[in-house]
């Protein structure tokens, strides 16, 4: 069973950077895709950005394009967010997750890592 625990979230004052880390542990697989999702509150769970297993390929929502990075190193399982130029409307929990093929819906899920930017 894998498992994901996120970490690096804070108080950030808007056009700060913040760095977030997923670290997998128990039986894993780097062949995997694995993205960053977040949820403000009152507002519905959103898609932030995903990367390949091979971390060759990356996608970003519209919202965070050349803000927000997403990066892996697989050989110490481990999933990262470069976030630059934080707005207000950043806050959020950040997640992150892990997708086989079958969806993001039906893996593996972090509990999650505040993140707060004020103006």
């Known amino acids: 069973q894998e498992q994901l625990g996120e970490s690096g979230g804070g108080l950030v004052p808007a056009g700060g950077s913040l760095r977030l880390s997923c670290a997998a542990s128990?039986?894993?697989?780097?062949?995997?895709?694995a993205a960053w999702f977040r949820q403000a509150t009152g507002k519905d769970r959103e898609f932030v950005a995903a990367?390949?297993?091979?971390?060759?390929?990356?996608y970003y929502a519209d919202s965070v394009k050349g803000r927000f990075f997403i990066s892996r190193d697989n050989a110490r399982n481990m999933l990262y967010l470069q976030m630059n130029s934080l707005k207000p409307e950043d806050t959020a929990v950040y997640y992150c997750?892990?997708?086989?093929?079958?969806?993001?819906?039906?893996?593996?899920w972090g509990p999650g890592t505040r993140v707060s930017v004020s103006s």
């Open positions: 990367i390949g297993w091979d971390g060759g390929t990356t």
């Open positions: 997750a892990t997708d086989k093929g079958d969806g993001y819906e039906n893996g593996f």
């Open positions: 128990g039986r894993t697989s780097g062949r995997v895709h």
